[in-house]
Structure formats: structure tokens, C-alpha cells
């Protein structure tokens, strides 16, 4: 299957920016998403880019995409207590049949 | 409202008895999929199925049957032959075509006692 790889936690302040990291091997791969997991729920799609972006802006979410290294990164600004949950990037394959998603990186905002 | 509903979300089960975790939707979907979630190790896909009378294995299907006679349907079968069944099951379901993301249940997490 693919590897998509992400660190396991991350904790910051409220009011500071947030950078969760993604890997992937697919160099294929035509949408890459984020999701967002709080406890005990399903994922919800916070953003995807088109793997033909660099940067995609959406409020206070900024996802970088660097495809010669496929690295797709997440930040969060002003990051507020409520966005602690767990992050999830995924990668689809097969024409989208099937998409293989990270470990998840779980976000602790301290207030 | 449009969406995708599991149920229950609480499950108890003895070691050695079969369980059906049930995933709905209402979304018009075509693709569903069935992902199992353990802490630390992200979600990975146990079976998916594009359309109605058809599905395919995922990674770790071994354990587990399904089946999708109606297109809003698509049960999970978590049998005694799946060697460690506790876990947090994740139903979803797409358009099934290109570009197109998955929406999520809200899950259902299975105790094996």
C-alpha cells in the first residue's frame, strides 16, 4: 500500500501557529486531503490541494505542498482551543478507490 | 439531513461470537468503505465497494465479511476468526468518482471482553 507517514503529536499555545507534517510516496497522487478527528467522532474534511498547487489559503488553514519532496503540510493560525483534535492526511489511489490515510498527529492546545 | 449514520456506537461482545456493525447513508453515494481505526496507527481499510452487489478486500479484510445489497447500505461482519476485534470502526462513503472526498460515520467502537 502507500506510506504516508506523520508525527504523532504536537502541542502549542493558544494564539500560536500550528505545523503538522505529512510524507507520502505516490508521487501520483492528484488530491491530498486533510481531516480533522475529535474524540470519539468521525473524520471531517477540513482542506485538500490539487497536487498541481503549492499553496492552498482557506481562513486560518494554510496547506503547502512540496511535490519533488512529498511533503504536504498543514498550519493552522491563531490556533484555538477547540482545534484540538486529531489531524489526518490522506492520499487516494487506485482512481480513488481507495484512500490510505497517516497515523493521525494529535493537537493539544494549551490555553 | 443528508449523512451517514452507524450504529450502535457502544458495542460489547464475547470472545468467540460473531457481531454486525451497521452503516446507512442517505448521501446517494455509490462508494462505502469500512476502515478500522487503533490508536497510533491511523485508519486502515478492511472493504469498499463501488456498487451495489459488488465489494473488494482492503488491507486487512482478513476476519471480516460484508455485504451491499442496497446501494444505502453496507454492514460489517466482524467475525471470530478476527484475532483481536477490539477497535474503533469507521463507515464512509463517496461520490465514487474522481476528486471526490469521503464522508465519515460517526463510528462505532467494538469491545471484545
Known amino acids: 500500500g502507500e506510506d504516508v507517514e506523520q508525527s504523532l503529536f504536537l502541542s502549542v499555545r493558544e494564539g500560536d501557529s500550528s505545523v503538522i507534517n505529512c510524507t507520502y510516496t505516490?508521487?501520483?497522487?492528484?488530491?491530498l486531503y486533510w481531516y480533522k478527528q475529535e474524540p470519539g467522532a468521525g473524520l471531517q474534511l477540513l482542506t485538500y490541494?490539487?497536487?498541481?498547487?503549492d499553496m492552498k489559503q482557506d481562513q486560518r488553514l494554510t496547506v503547502l505542498l512540496n511535490k519533488k519532496d512529498k511533503h504536504l503540510s498543514l498550519r493552522i493560525a491563531d490556533t484555538q482551543t477547540g482545534d484540538s483534535a486529531i489531524y489526518f492526511c490522506?492520499?487516494?489511489?487506485?482512481?480513488?478507490?481507495?484512500?490510505?490515510f497517516g497515523s493521525g498527529t494529535k493537537l493539544n492546545v494549551k490555553p | 439531513d443528508g449523512g451517514i449514520t452507524q450504529s450502535p456506537k457502544y458495542l460489547f461482545r464475547k470472545e468467540g461470537q460473531n457481531v454486525t456493525l451497521s452503516c446507512e447513508q442517505n448521501?446517494?453515494?455509490?462508494?462505502m468503505y469500512w476502515y478500522r481505526q487503533d490508536p497510533g496507527q491511523g485508519l486502515r481499510l478492511i472493504y469498499y465497494?463501488?456498487?451495489?452487489?459488488?465489494?473488494q478486500k482492503g488491507d486487512i479484510a482478513e476476519g471480516y465479511s460484508v455485504s451491499r445489497e442496497k446501494k444505502e447500505s453496507f454492514p460489517l461482519t466482524v467475525t471470530s476468526a478476527q484475532k483481536n476485534p477490539t477497535a474503533f470502526y469507521l463507515c464512509?462513503?463517496?461520490?465514487?468518482?474522481?476528486?471526490?472526498?469521503?464522508?465519515f460515520g460517526p463510528g462505532t467502537r467494538l469491545t471484545v471482553l
Open positions: 464512509a462513503s463517496s461520490k465514487g468518482r474522481e476528486a471526490d472526498t469521503q464522508y
Open positions: 465497494s463501488q456498487i451495489v452487489n459488488d465489494f
Open positions: 448521501l446517494n453515494h455509490d462508494a
Open positions: 505516490d508521487s501520483s497522487s492528484t488530491y
Open positions: 490541494i490539487f497536487s498541481n498547487m
Open positions: 490522506a492520499v487516494p489511489k487506485d482512481n480513488f478507490n481507495k484512500f490510505y
